[in-house]
């Protein structure tokens, strides 16, 4: 955590036993109440500050904006809000709160939305008194909010609440959220709130009375993350391979309770994004026809991969997707260099994050999807990085994501929309996913979602992670009292080295299907 090394100065307001403070930070500075343009009133148990000025620089600096905040108790606790202006546009509003947390040393910052799904979607907080205190906002409007504990310059221990505004909507005006203290209560009655208001705001519904489910998925218990083409070009499954694979499991387990997942269909994992076309290396369009129609003949379902978000920087510029590219809030291009491909012990910042939120990208990738759905009769769509939410001020990613998914599920029926990864925003427009394994069988998301293992599971023997670039990740037997739903890594050498290992993860699967499935 990066904190200041002066006292900033803010004035602080007293209110049923706490101190608020507020600020306004821009995309050039922060600011703070100046205490010689503010005024304070109480009326009928309603705290109201406001001012026509603010200082910064720790109150060697004064500039004019306006600031009110209003805080009140309600029967369920203490509210409050701010609205701000400011000749800067605004980034986000911080509100500080002394005297509510417990001293914590760990100075851990808390975000939301996040795709750390054991991480609360909204503040927890441990206070002096030994009890837990919960802050609410008042909707589940993307707005990026970010909480900690700390000890301020001043030596004392503070409550960090900071909500930017929409990154699309960022202006010379704020409002912020009305938020409520919820003091000493029940974590779960308060999480019922959250996924009520999830509920009431974004549609999300219980597993069981999901309609975004295929029937067919139902019924499976076991997914095969297939590895076709990696980013060298290594072939680890032709088609007709993969086919011949498909025929073994398929006379040792019913196939309709089978899952194909394709990685690398369309040629050089990563590189070819977003071309969307299958690989030559692999078969190509006959091999790719012949597998699928043989998967549906043994009953089984496919469903290929397709970036949300990826596109090699050589494909954006020949495709002319340059508007698409995801920007900082700050208008500078995004930099992926998250991932090495090549073993040079250096990242390689070949592909770039588009954002779907621009027209004619998502047009692409729906035209894309469209195309290989009719061609090959595929059964849903994998969307790689769907939980992506960058600080895009141009398009909002988050909206794009939901108008190209409602295109899908119009066009298609009995059609699964199988997301990498997502934060509890996500969950009512993607029922499943393969990141959430780690999950324990009563977290909330089960309620909701369904999700597998990460593509980045090793396969039976070395642990190869095949397309992904994990590289190895030691092999592990999956077990029947995980809710997540078994799967299996298949690279160039799972079938004719480790074919005893398959027959375990089948077997297994079956006994998960028995109890998770029933």
């Not at 720790?58 to 369920?76: E, F, M, S, V």
């Not at 499943?432 to 009563?442: E, P, R």
Request: glycine content about 8%.
């Amino acid at each position: 955590m990066q904190k200041f090394g002066f006292d900033f100065g803010d004035p602080y307001y007293t209110f049923d036993g706490l101190q608020f403070a507020f600020r306004v930070c821009t995309l050039e500075n922060v600011y703070g109440i100046n205490p010689d343009t503010a005024t304070s009133s109480m009326t009928n148990g309603r705290l109201t500050i406001e001012t026509g000025g603010y200082q910064y620089a720790g109150g060697q600096k004064t500039c004019p904006g306006t600031l009110k905040a209003d805080i009140h108790k309600r029967d369920d606790g203490v509210c409050f809000h701010v609205k701000a202006r400011h000749h800067e546009v605004i980034k986000g509003i911080t509100i500080l709160i002394r005297h509510l947390a417990a001293p914590d040393e760990e100075e851990q910052i808390y975000n939301w939305p996040t795709l750390d799904l054991n991480a609360p979607s909204f503040p927890h907080i441990n206070t002096p008194d030994g009890t837990t205190s919960f802050i609410l906002p008042d909707s589940t409007i993307l707005r990026h909010r970010r909480w900690a504990v700390y000890r301020e310059y001043s030596g004392k221990w503070v409550f960090n609440l900071t909500e930017d505004e929409a990154y699309t909507e960022q202006s010379h005006e704020m409002t912020g959220s009305q938020w409520t203290l919820l003091r000493d209560r029940d974590h779960h009655a308060v999480s019922g709130i959250w996924y009520g208001m999830l509920a009431k705001e974004r549609g999300l519904r219980p597993w069981h009375e999901r309609s975004d489910i295929p029937e067919w998925f139902r019924e499976v218990s076991l997914v095969l993350n297939m590895h076709c083409e990696g980013w060298t070009g290594h072939v680890f499954n032709t088609f007709d391979r993969q086919l011949d694979i498909l025929k073994w499991i398929a006379d040792r387990m019913d196939g309709r309770r089978v899952l194909v997942y394709l990685a690398g269909w369309d040629g050089r994992y990563y590189w070819n994004y977003p071309i969307y076309k299958p690989s030559t290396a692999c078969g190509g369009e006959d091999g790719l026809f012949r597998m699928i129609e043989g998967a549906h003949k043994l009953g089984m379902h496919v469903v290929p991969m397709f970036g949300v978000i990826a596109s090699n920087y050589k494909n954006t510029k020949e495709m002319g997707f340059q508007k698409a590219v995801c920007r900082t809030a700050y208008d500078l291009e995004e930099i992926c260099d998250w991932t090495g491909w090549d073993e040079d012990l250096a990242t390689e910042p070949i592909w770039q994050p588009l954002n779907v939120g621009e027209a004619e990208f998502r047009q692409h990738l729906l035209h894309r999807i469209h195309s290989i759905t009719d061609q090959f009769q595929t059964d849903g769509v994998v969307l790689d990085i769907s939980g992506w939410l960058p600080k895009d001020p141009r398009h909002d990613l988050f909206n794009g994501l939901s108008q190209l998914i409602r295109n899908l599920q119009q066009r298609y029926e009995d059609y699964l929309i199988f997301g990498e990864n997502g934060s509890d925003l996500h969950w009512s427009m993607i029922p499943f996913y393969h990141h959430g394994a780690h999950l324990k069988a009563d977290h909330p998301f089960f309620t909701y979602c369904r999700t597998a293992y990460h593509l980045w599971q090793g396969a039976p023997g070395r642990g190869s992670t095949g397309v992904f670039e994990g590289g190895l990740n030691p092999y592990q037997a999956l077990k029947v009292d995980n809710p997540a739903i078994p799967t299996l890594a298949i690279v160039q050498d799972t079938l004719s080295s480790h074919s005893d290992e398959m027959e375990k993860v089948i077997d297994m699967s079956m006994k998960w299907g028995d109890r998770w499935l029933s």
